[in-house]
């Protein structure tokens, strides 16, 4: 198997890694080049700046992930329908260089007629079954945009999308409430963080529950430096409501801090959870790559 360039590129920043043919990772790197910093055209002189010494081997192949797939990115790459696994990526890739540099597709499916996409989380969502290992899972994405995703004999059936850490931010910094939070949110605080949990479980609707942060707040019944971390529990506790009522086992993807966050809220809730971070990027590339190996 060839030597593997592996490229996240997301909005806002770029990490690649040099994988060797075993699957090991050598190097990583990260740039704060997301495709919002790329001027047109500029795509190919950002890569060459990040790892234009990994890709001097004539043999090297480079797989690129995420929003660089975007239309706001490289090159589109339209979406693969679900259900999908790393067969039908592997024919969907857009090649910007044969065989040589390809961008992957990211995943569309619909419910109730509405369609609903991912960039970059199903290469993590393949690399997650690979580190488990199973052919089945259901699989967790927390961020701005949290991906909650089916997979079944390897291959993705469905997924759905909330806006979890993007309401956050709203009601923080724009909302009624940012006037009795403090300027940073500090460090977790556990116990407020589960009692936001608990009161969205219990309360039915972000949009009653949200008010108790600033009646909690004006009572002074939550220390104002515990706010945030009760507010983050209101949001991902109502994102659990929607998303997860009755399940047993999940597994997790993202930040140690997020998945952490996650974990804890589960846990709150009876359910158990693992938790796998950036090695999971990796492993996805790199079980694609062995798909066009061996296609």
């Not at 593997?4 to 990583?28: F, H, K, M, Q």
């Not at 192949?61 to 693969?80: D, F, K, N, T």
């Not at 690979?130 to 997979?151: C, D, F, N, Q």
């Not at 004999?153 to 009795?180: C, K, N, P, W």
């Amino acid at each position: 198997m060839r030597s593997l360039v592996a490229v996240d590129w997301g909005t806002t920043s770029l990490r690649a890694a040099r994988i060797a043919p075993d699957g090991a990772v050598l190097e990583e790197r990260a740039a704060p080049r997301g495709i919002l910093s790329v001027p047109p055209g500029g795509f190919p002189s950002v890569l060459q700046e990040t790892c234009g010494d990994w890709l001097a081997d004539p043999a090297a192949l480079c797989l690129v992930s995420g929003m660089a797939g975007s239309r706001q990115g490289w090159r589109e790459a339209p979406y693969c329908a679900c259900p999908a696994g790393f067969g039908e990526i592997a024919r969907s890739l857009c090649w910007i260089e044969p065989d040589r540099i390809a961008v992957v597709p990211g995943l569309s499916c619909e419910a109730r007629g509405v369609p609903d996409v991912m960039r970059g989380e199903e290469v993590q969502v393949f690399g997650a079954l690979e580190l488990l290992p199973a052919r089945a899972a259901r699989i967790v994405l927390p961020g701005t945009h949290s991906k909650w995703v089916e997979v079944a004999d390897a291959r993705v059936q469905s997924f759905a999308t909330f806006m979890s850490g993007e309401f956050y931010a709203l009601l923080r910094q724009h909302s009624i409430l940012a006037r009795t939070l403090p300027a940073e949110d500090g460090e977790l605080h556990e116990d407020a963080f589960t009692r936001g949990v608990r009161h969205a479980q219990e309360s039915g609707s972000l949009l009653h529950a949200a008010f108790s942060a600033r009646t909690l707040a004006l009572f002074e019944r939550v220390p104002a430096q515990e706010m945030p971390s009760y507010l983050s529990g209101l949001v991902i506790g109502e994102e659990l409501r929607a998303a997860a009522p009755g399940a047993s086992e999940l597994v997790l993807v993202g930040s140690a801090a997020l998945t952490r966050r996650y974990a804890l809220a589960l846990q709150e809730l009876g359910c158990s959870s693992r938790s796998f971070g950036a090695e999971a990027t990796w492993r996805g590339l790199h079980a694609l790559a062995r798909t066009l190996e061996n296609a």
